[in-house]
C-alpha cells in the first residue's frame, strides 16, 4: 500500500488531470475493492460485474477527495465504493420502488458515506435519521423497499452437504394444505409411508409446522428433518403414479 503522504500527493496530481498518477493509485488499490465487493456476494451478481462498479466508485473518490477531510484515503474510499455498488444493485431492483422513496434511499446512502467518512465508521441508523431529520423507522423503511428480493428456492444454509431453502422455512397459509390433500385424496396414500415420514408430513402439512419445530418436536436436526420430507414426498408422487 502506498503511505499516506505519497498517496496524497498522488491525488492531488490525478485531480490536476494526471491519468498516470490515477492509474497508479487504482493499482495500489484493488484489494481495497476486492474486500468491498466480498461483502456483496451471493446476491444474485457476477463478481466480475460488482468488481467493475466497485472500480467506478474508487475512481469517483479519487476525484471527489478533499484533504482538509482530515482522514485517510481508503477511510474516505471505502463508503464510496460501497455506495457505487448499493446504487447499481438499487438500478437493477426488478421490484418497482417509487420515484419518492428511490430519491429517500439516495439521500439515505449519501448521509452514509458522508458520516462514515467524518466518523470513520459505519453510522447507525439513528445517526442517519438525526442527520436528514428523519425518524429511524422512515431511515429503515427506505433501505428495505430497495433491497433485492431473494428467491424462495435460496439456500437458507448448508449442514452435512445438504442444503434447506428459504421455503422450507415458510408455514403454509391456513387451510391450504389440507384441502390440497384432500381434493387429492392423499390420505390413503399417507397411510402407506413408512411411521418417520409419516409423522413429518402430518406436522409438516397438517399441523402448519416449520422444519425446525418439527424437529424439535421428534428430536431431529432441521436437515433431517428436511431429507424425511423431500423423501416423504418422492415415494407420494411415486404412490400416486402406481395407484
Not at 430497495?146 to 437458507?156: R, V
Request: proline content about 3%.
Amino acid at each position: 500500500m502506498l503511505g499516506n503522504d505519497e498517496i496524497k500527493d498522488l491525488i492531488h496530481e490525478a485531480q490536476a488531470g494526471d491519468q498516470t498518477a490515477k492509474e497508479t493509485i487504482l493499482e495500489h488499490n484493488l484489494n481495497l475493492v476486492r474486500s468491498v465487493v466480498h461483502r456483496f456476494t451471493n446476491r444474485g451478481y457476477e463478481w466480475d460485474d460488482l468488481f467493475q462498479i466497485g472500480c467506478i466508485g474508487l475512481i469517483k473518490a479519487i476525484e471527489r477527495f478533499d484533504m482538509t477531510f482530515g482522514v485517510q484515503f481508503s477511510t474516505y474510499a471505502v463508503p464510496m465504493i460501497i455506495g457505487e455498488i448499493r446504487r447499481f444493485m438499487r438500478d437493477d431492483n426488478p421490484v418497482k420502488v417509487s420515484r419518492p422513496v428511490k430519491e429517500l434511499a439516495y439521500r439515505v446512502h449519501r448521509t452514509q458515506e458522508k458520516l462514515q467518512g467524518l466518523l470513520g465508521r459505519e453510522p447507525t441508523i439513528t445517526e442517519v435519521a438525526a442527520d436528514l431529520v428523519l425518524a429511524p423507522q422512515e431511515v429503515v423503511a427506505a433501505l428495505e423497499a430497495i433491497q433485492s428480493p431473494s428467491s424462495l428456492y435460496a439456500n437458507a444454509f448448508h449442514n452435512d452437504g445438504d442444503s434447506v431453502l428459504l421455503l422450507d422455512q415458510i408455514k403454509y397459509c391456513d387451510g391450504q394444505d389440507g384441502a390440497y390433500f384432500d381434493r387429492l385424496a392423499l390420505k390413503e396414500v399417507l397411510s402407506r409411508l413408512p411411521p418417520k415420514e409419516r409423522i413429518v408430513i402430518h406436522l409438516r402439512f397438517f399441523e402448519d409446522k416449520t422444519q425446525a419445530e418439527i424437529g424439535e418436536i421428534i428430536g431431529l436436526s432441521q436437515v433431517q428433518v428436511s431429507r424425511i420430507e423431500k423423501h416423504a414426498l418422492k415415494l407420494i408422487r411415486e404412490f400416486m403414479q402406481t395407484s
